[in-house]
């Protein structure tokens, strides 16, 4: 079956960068834009941008435009979220979703918490 | 960007109980409009993509309805396993693919 496994919970300083992995497993990987997508604690979900691991094409929120990098390793089935310049208010769990049917997200990962404290 | 909004943000009901939940897009989306569950501590759910289709394995009670701008998510007979916080998000052509507040289904 179709499942995206992330990896684990990451603490870090402020100002400090963090990325975050997305295994693919049970379709053809280079098939489907992979999204990102985060949720502050409390929050609704925030949408941070989408990678095309056939290409490499990216687009990006304009909300994380400059702090946010997505690329993917197709030999390993692999999509990653790197996220520079970290702030109190980036802690959040983040998710990974491939693109589905006409752009909804299915499935999900089951999400990363990133914590930036000092 | 294209903006979405939800009401109610929460709601209170029974068992058995018909619910509905609008989305409205600040522009027109066509039938670009999707619904997610998620249960406090899990991944969001897919439930209904392009605006009607139920995504496959989740249960006939859930329909939704819309095209253009307004689109509503129906909920026939509540179950206790339906309460959760519900989204909408727009998948028009152009990013970003933003979501709605969200609505929360709380027991009455």
């Known amino acids: 079956q179709v499942q995206l496994v992330q990896s684990g919970a990451e603490v870090r300083r402020p100002g400090a960068s963090v990325k975050v992995s997305c295994k693919a497993s049970?379709?053809?990987?280079?098939?489907?834009?992979m999204h990102w997508v985060r949720q502050a604690p409390g929050q609704g979900l925030e949408w941070m941008g989408r990678?095309?691991?056939?290409?490499?094409?990216?687009n990006y929120a304009q909300s994380f435009q400059g702090r946010v990098t997505l690329t993917r390793d197709t030999s390993i089935s692999t999509a990653y979220m790197e996220l520079s310049s970290l702030r109190s208010d980036d802690t959040a769990v983040y998710y990974c979703a491939r693109d589905h049917l006409l752009r909804s997200l299915d499935p999900w990962g089951q999400g990363t918490l990133v914590t930036v404290s000092s | 960007d294209i903006q979405m909004t939800q009401s109610p943000s929460s709601l209170s009901a029974s068992v058995g109980d018909r619910v509905t939940i609008s989305c409205r897009a600040s522009?027109?989306?066509?039938?670009?409009l999707n619904w997610y569950q998620q249960k406090p501590g899990k991944a969001p759910n897919l439930l209904i993509y392009?605006?009607?289709s139920l995504q496959s394995g989740v249960p006939s009670r859930f329909s939704g309805s819309g095209s253009g701008t307004d689109f509503t998510l129906t909920i026939s007979s509540l179950q206790p396993e339906d309460f959760a916080t519900y989204y909408c998000q727009h998948s028009y052509f152009t990013p970003p693919q933003t979501f709605g507040q969200g609505t929360k289904v709380e027991i009455k």
């Open positions: 049970g379709y053809i990987f280079s098939g489907n834009y």
């Open positions: 392009a605006a009607s």
């Open positions: 522009q027109s989306i066509s039938n670009y």
């Open positions: 990678i095309n691991p056939n290409n490499g094409v990216t």
